[in-house]
């Protein structure tokens, strides 16, 4: 609490000058994310000014969200750049619904953004993004994508990849290139809504194969693609969305050989790889059958919709360079060039690592509040798999009147056989102070008998 800015330096109203002087300490690692700062009374006379500048300071600083106050006990150097969602159903006041990455000060996202594109407007002018671009990418931005994947897959190449914007995006046009409706479409018994919504827009039967905690089930597998000759088998290998489950180095081989047999096509989902760089992807066993796909969206934001497709070889790229012109155009260039730019420069693989490392605090805060709970989890997920108790169905509804968001099992499920379990997503809240609170209406929730109406 003895932080006293330096602002004599600084140009501007005096307020302006306090909030510049928090952001760049912040910056510096002279302020830290949780530090409490002084009051605003001590701050004023401390720096010899009148109590409403600082009082204005603190406000802007809040609003700009490096600083958030805690009612009773004071004000703190916020843990996160992200901001209170203002558009949420009234009813939430907590939303872990959506399974995003967190945003640690140490990701310096806000700063970073601004760096990267006056990078890019000092080397070849913003405006340049402004019209159409190649669908897919450029060479020098599909090139400078394969260089950074090959350090997880060895035979990424640019004639073999195109930027897509979002793997939705992805997914729906890979289901469209490789099934007609009816066709049918292996993946997981509980399986990722996205797949879902692009099957049954486009007609496409998906069949759920059975799974474990350790993920699909091999022998489980291979029946199916005898019983029901799938056009592609759609997989989250690693992190898998919802459970977490991530396949072992054996089950990896042997579904790349049950693909491989049963001539079929594997669309496997990388969104989660980088958060557990030590599982190699599919691809490596069998490039040649594998449509992989990568997106930024949770490792570093949704919001920037820059994902990689590999595909098998360049002939399938250009098909899928087609169905990509054919629907959305392109990626956004700007977001396309600011995400190379950071490729080129290391700045991604810094901003993953940040949030990497905040997604592992999360988890070990997660195992804390629900010990005595059955869920599943990995280390660097930003999500878990809870088992709800027995004749406890209206637990997901019960949270909702009581303002915290989760997504039941019945989002997930393929068949429509319910495990009785939820998604909670804890990269969503906007901090750690908010995950408490929310993991403790969870965890009330999940002690009270099923007409409890209210949580205290």
């Known amino acids: ?39 605003q009374r001590a701050l004023a006379k401390a720096l010899g000014i009148d109590l409403t500048t600082v009082t204005r300071a603190y406000t802007e600083a809040r609003r700009r969200g490096i600083m958030e106050a805690r009612v009773g006990q004071g004000s703190f150097v916020s843990e996160t750049s992200a901001r209170r969602t203002v558009d949420l159903p009234h009813p939430v006041a907590i939303d872990l619904s959506m399974n995003v990455p967190p945003h640690p000060l140490e990701a310096q996202l806000d700063e970073r953004i601004i760096a990267g594109l006056e990078a890019i407007r000092a080397q070849s002018g913003l405006t340049a993004f402004l019209n159409y671009q190649p669908p897919g990418g450029s060479a ?101 969305n919802p459970t977490t489950a991530t396949l072992a180095p054996e089950r990896r081989s042997a579904i790349a050989k049950i ?32 449509y992989l796909a990568t997106t930024l969206s949770k490792c570093i934001a949704p919001a920037l919709r820059v ?21 959305v155009q392109m990626p956004a260039p700007l977001m396309v060039a600011l995400v190379t730019h950071w490729l080129e420069t290391g700045v991604a693989d810094r901003i993953i690592t940040a ?34 108790p027995e004749g406890r169905p209206d637990v997901a509804a019960h949270l909702l009147r009581n303002g915290l968001a989760i997504v039941a099992d019945d989002a997930f499920t393929v068949d429509g056989t319910s495990p009785h379990a939820a998604r909670v997503s804890l990269g969503a809240a906007r901090n750690r102070s908010e995950l408490t609170e929310a993991l403790r209406i969870l965890v009330g929730a999940l002690h009270k008998p099923a007409d409890t109406r209210q949580i205290v």
């Open 140 to 240: 020098h931005e599909r090139e400078v994508a394969a260089r950074w994947m090959r350090t997880r897959v060895p035979h990424a190449h640019a004639d073999k990849l195109v930027i897509f914007p979002g793997a939705q995006t992805i997914l729906f046009n890979l289901l469209a290139h490789l099934a007609r409706p009816r066709d049918v479409v292996l993946t997981e018994a509980i399986t990722f809504p996205g797949i879902k919504a692009a099957a049954a827009q486009l007609g496409v039967k998906l069949v759920g194969v059975a799974m474990d905690d350790g993920g699909i089930l091999p022998d489980a597998l291979a029946k199916a693609c005898r019983t029901h000759k799938p056009k592609a088998v759609y997989l989250i290998p690693t992190l898998h």
């Open 307 to 327: 994902a990689y497709l590999l595909a098998p070889d360049s002939g399938a790229q250009l098909q899928m360079r087609g169905h990509l012109q054919a629907t």
């Open 1 to 39: 609490m003895d932080w006293t800015p330096t602002i004599s330096e600084l140009s501007g109203p005096r307020y302006q000058r306090i909030v510049e002087a928090m952001e760049a300490d912040i910056a510096a690692g002279r302020l830290v994310r949780g530090q409490q700062l002084p009051t």
């Open 355 to 388: 949030i990497r490392n905040e997604a592992v605090g999360r988890q070990q805060l997660a195992q804390r509040a629900l010990k005595g709970f059955q869920f599943q989890a990995k280390p660097t997920a930003h999500h878990l798999w809870l088992h709800l």
């Open 259 to 290: 693909v491989r047999d049963a001539d079929t096509m594997l669309i496997e989902d990388d969104a989660y790889g980088l958060l557990d760089r030590s599982a190699s992807p599919i691809a490596n066993l069998i490039p040649e059958r594998t």
